[in-house]
T-cell receptor, first 112, second 110 residues
Framework: DAGVIQSPRHEVTEMGQEVTLRCKPI?????LFWYRQTMMRGLELLIY????????DSGMPEDRFSAKMPNASFSTLKIQPSEPRDSAVYFC??????????FGSGTQLSVL | SQQGEEDPQALSIQEGENATMNCSYK?????LQWYRQNSGRGLVHLIL?????REKHSGRLRVTLDTSKKSSSLLITASRAADTASYFC??????????FGKGTRLSVIA
C-alpha cells in the first residue's frame, strides 16, 4: 500500500480564493481525520469521519471550511474564501478503529 | 480536555545518550500513543500502550504509563542523530478522537 496520499504537496494562493485539499486514505481503514498544524497552535483536529460519515466537525474553524468524504477512498477539505490566517500544514490521517493513525505527507498551504 | 501535554518542549542531547520525554493528560483513557514527526513530514506512529499496561518496549523505545498520575514517559536509549525529530503523545478515551499535544523537539547532536 502506498500509504495516505495527499495532494497538492504545496499550495500558494491569494486571499479570497478557493482552496481544495485532497486525501486518499489507506484501503480498508474506517476512520479519516483532517488536522491542521501551526507553530502557535500545534496539531489541531478539524474533522473526522467514520465509514465516510462525519462524526465531529467541532474543530472546523468557521463556515469557510468544509469537508466531504463521498466514498471510502477519497476525501476533500475545502476553504472558501481563504484567508492569510489559514496558512498552515494540513494533514490527513486514516486508521482502523483509531488504534494507529497513518498520516499523509501534508499540504503546505500559504495564503497571501 | 484529555489533551496530552509533553514535557520538555525541547531537548538537546549528545549521540549515545538517553532521551526521556514525558506526557501528562487529564482524563481517563483507553490507550496512549506516541508519534514521531521529522521536519516537513507527517507523523509516524511509534508505540501504543493500553491503560492496563505499565510498560512497553519496541527496539530502543521504552514507554511507561502511570494511570494514577495520568502520565506517560518515552525513553529513547542510545540516541542517534536520526532520532532528531518532534515527538508527540496522543490519548484515546474511546468515544472521542485522538488529541495530540504540542510535542517535544528532540535534537541529537553527533
Amino acid at each position: 500500500d502506498a500509504g495516505v496520499i495527499q495532494s497538492p504537496r504545496h499550495e500558494v494562493t491569494e486571499m479570497g480564493q478557493e482552496v481544495t485539499l485532497r486525501c486518499k486514505p489507506i484501503s480498508g481503514h474506517d476512520y479519516l481525520f483532517w488536522y491542521r498544524q501551526t507553530m502557535m497552535r500545534g496539531l489541531e483536529l478539524l474533522i473526522y469521519f467514520n465509514n465516510n460519515v462525519p462524526i465531529d466537525d467541532s474543530g472546523m474553524p468557521e463556515d469557510r471550511f468544509s469537508a466531504k468524504m463521498p466514498n471510502a477512498s477519497f476525501s476533500t477539505l475545502k476553504i472558501q474564501p481563504s484567508e492569510p490566517r489559514d496558512s498552515a500544514v494540513y494533514f490527513c490521517a486514516s486508521a482502523w478503529r483509531k488504534q494507529k493513525l497513518f498520516f499523509g505527507s501534508g499540504t503546505q498551504l500559504s495564503v497571501l | 480536555s484529555q489533551q496530552g501535554e509533553e514535557d520538555p518542549q525541547a531537548l538537546s542531547i549528545q549521540e549515545g545518550e538517553n532521551a526521556t520525554m514525558n506526557c501528562s493528560y487529564k482524563t481517563s483513557i483507553n490507550n496512549l500513543q506516541w508519534y514521531r514527526q521529522n521536519s516537513g513530514r507527517g507523523l509516524v506512529h511509534l508505540i501504543l500502550i493500553r491503560s492496563n499496561e505499565r510498560e512497553k518496549h519496541s527496539g530502543r523505545l521504552r514507554v511507561t504509563l502511570d494511570t494514577s498520575k495520568k502520565s506517560s514517559s518515552l525513553l529513547i536509549t542510545a540516541s542517534r542523530a536520526a532520532d532528531t525529530a518532534s515527538y508527540f503523545c496522543a490519548t484515546d478515551a474511546g468515544n472521542t478522537p485522538l488529541v495530540f499535544g504540542k510535542g517535544t523537539r528532540l535534537s541529537v547532536i553527533a
